[in-house]
C-alpha cells in the first residue's frame, strides 16, 4: 500500500558529473540531508536536466531514488518527458508496476 502524499515534499536537485552522468555519490548526501531535516517525502527528477537523459537513463536514475528513499519517505516522481511518446512509454511502464508515486 502506497504512502499517502502529506506534508512538505521538497524536490530534489539531481547533481551530474562532469561528464553529464549522474553523481549518485552526490545525491544520495542531499537525499541524507532532506530525509535528516524531518520532509515528509521527496520529488525527484522534476527539472531539466533530468530530461536531458536517455530514457534508460532516467529508469535507472527513478529506481536509484525508489530504493535509497522509498524506506524512509513517500516519494513523488515527475511523469512526463519532452516528447508526448517519450510521456506515454513512460506512463504505460508505470502503470504495469502498478504504481501511483515513485
Known amino acids: 500500500m502506497e504512502k499517502a ?5 521538497p524536490a530534489l536537485v539531481t547533481p551530474f558529473k562532469a561528464d553529464e552522468r549522474i553523481d549518485f555519490g552526490a ?3 542531499i537525499i541524507d ?8 517525502g521527496l520529488f525527484a527528477t522534476g527539472g ?3 530530461l536531458s537523459l536517455e530514457p534508460e537513463e532516467r529508469v535507472v536514475a527513478l ?5 535509497y528513499v522509498a524506506r524512509a519517505r513517500t ?3 515527475q511523469r ?3 516528447t508526448t511518446r517519450e510521456t506515454v512509454k513512460l506512463r504505460r511502464r508505470r502503470r504495469r508496476r502498478g504504481s501511483t508515486t515513485w
Not at 33 to 40: P, T
Open 33 to 40: 540531508l532532506m530525509i535528516a531535516s524531518g520532509v515528509d
Open 80 to 82: 512526463g518527458a519532452v
Open 48 to 50: 531539466r536536466g533530468i
Open 27 to 29: 545525491w544520495q548526501t
Open 75 to 77: 516519494g513523488v516522481r
Open 5 to 9: 502524499l502529506h506534508g512538505i515534499v
Open 63 to 67: 529506481r536509484f531514488c525508489r530504493q
